[in-house]
């Protein structure tokens, strides 16, 4: 099987198809093999994620207590940077994001879903540059310079463009759920 990540562990969508149907075989997990979509939704292209999604369900009959449980409770944790302040003493990247500013972040992250990203220049104009460098920092947002190599992206902007993504596509489905769960 050969397979080109362009950013590392992503790959193509026809590639991530190739590589979710080689992961079933190799676990003996053929219940996805025609459902490549609802693998997506839980891993995106991400090579880790699928590897770890169908190894998971392969052994439990469930592939979200690895990828999305985890997720779920630091982007909770998100809603309320003062949880985040044990972190800040040992990593030493002050808080500057308010409940607000996450609540924002996340939810242009939602709404541009099928574009995958949104731009950090929009996302700086809505919350302020503090706050945006702070939740890249704690890592609730990938700060993803545009150098031609996208192509987990349908339609990436120009290339002096800087694009905001979430970490990863757990995070993204945690976030809507949260969004969802609060009335947000």
Not at 32 to 58: L, P
Not at 113 to 130: A, P, R, S, T
Not at 143 to 153: T, V, Y
Request: charged share 25%.
């Amino acid at each position: 099987m050969r397979l080109t990540p362009h950013v590392v562990g992503d790959l193509s969508i026809e590639e991530a198809k190739q590589f979710v149907n080689h992961e079933l075989e190799n676990n003996d997990c053929m219940e996805f093999k025609h459902d490549f979509d609802y693998v997506r939704s839980f891993t995106g292209t991400r090579m880790s994620f699928i590897t770890n999604f169908v190894y998971d369900y392969s052994i439990r009959g469930n592939g979200l207590d690895y990828i999305y449980n985890p997720e779920y409770i630091r982007m909770r944790w998100g809603l309320d940077p003062k949880y985040c302040e044990s972190r800040a003493k040992y990593n030493n990247f002050p808080i500057y994001w308010e409940k607000s500013h996450f609540i924002t972040a996340m939810k242009a992250l939602v709404e541009a879903e099928d574009q995958g990203f949104i731009l950090e220049d929009d996302l700086i104009k809505e919350i302020g540059y503090k706050a945006v460098r702070s939740l890249v920092d704690y890592r609730y947002l990938y700060r993803r310079p545009n150098f031609g190599l996208n192509s987990d992206l349908t339609n990436p902007p120009a290339e002096s463009k800087v694009m905001l993504t979430p970490m990863n596509q757990p995070s993204l489905n945690a976030a809507k759920d949260l969004l969802k769960e609060n009335n947000y």
